[in-house]
């Protein structure tokens, strides 16, 4: 596990130096719809393999599935218009640590995780308790920090996608 936090840590410091060199080219009042959506569907199927590896109880995967794409999708959604959601309330800027895009961008990752990871356990907490019938922690937080991190990974996506998904 402290080996874990520690990649971690190293991630996000990346991330951040990243997105302050890239903070200047972003667009702050506009609705990034059709690349947040891709990330987004990508993502969400990656998640969807990934559990598909995890899980092996056939109703369960597949609704989970579903709604792990949706929830990529959604999270893709709100992490690329991070700066549009600061553009109009200007007040959260002033919030310790959550006033700055990295900031919000990794409270939503953990959030993301959480939900993964609990929805991957609740065939656990319903008595079900058999091999494969959850994620590993593992999974869920590198699906929460890839949606997290989806605006500053689209650029290495964009290129295989086709023309009506690259924005």
């Known amino acids: 596990m402290k080996k874990l936090t520690i990649l971690v840590l190293l991630a996000v410091f990346a991330v951040s130096a990243f997105a302050q060199q890239r903070q200047a ?12 959506i891709a ?12 559990l598909s590896r ?7 995967k597949f609704t989970h599935g579903i709604t792990a794409i ?8 709100f992490s690329f218009n991070v700066p549009l959601v600061f553009a109009l309330v200007p007040q959260l800027k002033t919030i310790p640590l959550l006033g700055t895009e990295i900031g919000v961008r990794v409270l939503l990752g953990i959030i993301l995780a959480a939900k993964v990871h609990g ?16 994620e590993t922690w593992f999974h869920s937080i590198l699906i929460g920090g890839l949606v997290a991190g989806g605006p500053f990974l689209f650029p290495f996506a964009k290129p295989l996608l086709p023309k009506f998904l690259q924005g």
Request: glycine share 18%.
């Open 54 to 60: 995890d899980v092996q109880i056939g109703g369960h």
């Open 70 to 77: 949706l929830i990529c999708i959604a999270g893709s959604v």
């Open 119 to 134: 929805a991957s356990q609740a065939l656990k907490g319903a008595g079900l308790n058999v091999p494969g019938a959850g």
């Open 25 to 36: 080219a972003a667009p702050a009042g506009q609705l990034i719809l059709i690349p947040a």
């Open 39 to 50: 990330m987004g569907l990508i993502l969400g199927i990656y998640e969807f393999l990934l």
